[in-house]
């Protein structure tokens, strides 16, 4: 029975010499997987530094590009608020052209009136002169022919005199076309300037957009390797939970075989207790 107990014992310390190098091979597996997880998380820590580098340069551009988006928004509203006024200035234009037309026409009008009243003018004298040469005794024709051309004269005066006050009105329109042209020329200069700023903060922005879009290129590339690397983490995480799931059946398994051990080395201490007993 002695021997019994022995080769049970035996075989006890065997499996559980066996379970405790299947056990250190858990062990020294999942120490390895621990060190490839911890060099996945160093790469993973150093592309999130990176990352992070990237994020904070692109919302550096991207401040940068809404600033250039708020002057450009600034100088197109300065734009329109010009060429409002240009647009007034222009329609007030158009209102003393057609003033002026209109008094040109009416000057033409009078100038015809005129003209024809020099003509009647003319012709009476003419006539007088005739009457005046051929009719010297013909006082009283010379008279009425006189009256004639003195009427002829007040209605040319006073056509004359019109024809002043049209052409009074006109200068005085044209003047005031001048002033709403020079009005006007001096609204477009301030809004050519306005576009050549819009223009020049569109350039800036354009710039700025370009760069933002570099910094995200960058940022997304700086994102796909810490997703690689995440990836390869958690595959390293997943090998040491299995690792350390053998470590564990390994580890209970030789737990019950030591406590198989110990029973059997109870067994065998209270047999060599009852032989000693036996043999005195």
């Known amino acids: 029975k002695t021997c019994r107990c022995l080769r049970g014992t035996r075989g006890c310390l065997k499996k559980t010499c066996r379970c405790l190098r299947d056990t250190r091979g858990c062990l020294r597996k999942t120490c390895r997987c621990l060190r490839g997880t911890r060099g996945c998380l160093r790469g993973t820590r150093g592309c999130l530094r990176g990352t992070r580098g990237c994020l904070s340069e692109t919302c550096r551009c991207l401040r940068d590009t809404r600033g250039c988006l708020s002057g450009t928004c600034r100088y197109l509203r300065d734009t329109c608020g010009c060429l409002k006024k240009t647009c007034r200035y222009l ?103 306005c576009l050549k700023k819009t223009c020049r903060c569109l350039r800036d922005t354009h710039g700025c957009l370009k760069k933002t879009c570099r910094c995200l290129s960058e940022t997304r590339g700086c994102l796909s390797e810490t997703c690689r690397y995440l990836r390869d983490t958690r595959g390293c995480l997943k090998r040491t939970c299995r690792c350390l799931r053998d470590t564990r059946g390994c580890l209970k398994k030789t737990c019950r075989c030591l406590s198989e051990t110990f029973r059997c080395l109870k067994d065998l201490w209270c047999m060599l207790n009852y032989l000693l007993e036996r043999s005195q």
């Open 91 to 193: 329609r007030d234009t158009r209102g003393c052209l057609s003033e002026t037309c209109r008094c040109l026409r009416d000057t033409r009008g009078c100038l015809k009136k005129t003209c024809r009243c020099l003509r009647d003018t003319r012709g009476c004298l003419r006539k007088t002169c005739r009457c005046l040469r051929g009719t010297r005794g013909c006082l009283s024709e010379t008279c009425r022919c006189l009256r004639d051309t003195r009427g002829c004269l007040s209605g040319t005066c006073r056509y004359l005199r019109d024809t002043c006050g049209c052409l009074k009105k006109t200068c005085r329109y044209l003047r005031d076309t001048r002033g709403c042209l020079s009005e006007t020329c001096r609204c477009l200069r301030d809004t050519r300037g």
